[in-house]
C-alpha cells in the first residue's frame, strides 16, 4: 500500500489563500464496515475483499498525534 506524505506547506499556503479555518480529517479504517454487513455494488466492486480492517486505537493515536503536530493543530474535535 502506497502511504503519501503530508505537505503542511500546501496546506497552510491553501488554508492562507482562502482564509478557512482548518481542519484536518483521519480515517480509522480501511475499506466499507457497511459493505461488510450489506453486500452492495459500491463496496463489493472486489468481492473477496469486503472485510474492513480497522486499525489498532494505538496506531491510530499515533497517526493523530503526528498529524497533529506536523499541521500544528492545537486540539482534535
Known amino acids: 500500500m502506497t502511504v503519501l506524505n503530508a505537505d503542511p506547506d ?3 499556503r491553501s488554508v492562507a489563500s482562502n482564509r478557512l479555518e482548518p481542519k484536518l480529517v483521519l ?3 480501511s475499506g466499507c464496515w457497511w459493505g461488510e454487513k450489506h453486500h452492495y455494488t459500491c463496496c463489493g466492486l472486489n468481492g ?3 472485510n474492513s480492517p480497522g ?3 494505538e496506531r491510530f493515536h499515533e497517526e ?3 498529524v497533529a503536530y506536523l ?3 492545537a486540539r482534535p474535535e
Open 10 to 12: 500546501f496546506f497552510y
Open 27 to 29: 480515517e480509522g479504517s
Open 48 to 50: 473477496s475483499f469486503m
Open 55 to 57: 486499525k489498532a486505537p
Open 64 to 66: 493523530l498525534v503526528d
Open 71 to 73: 499541521f500544528d493543530t
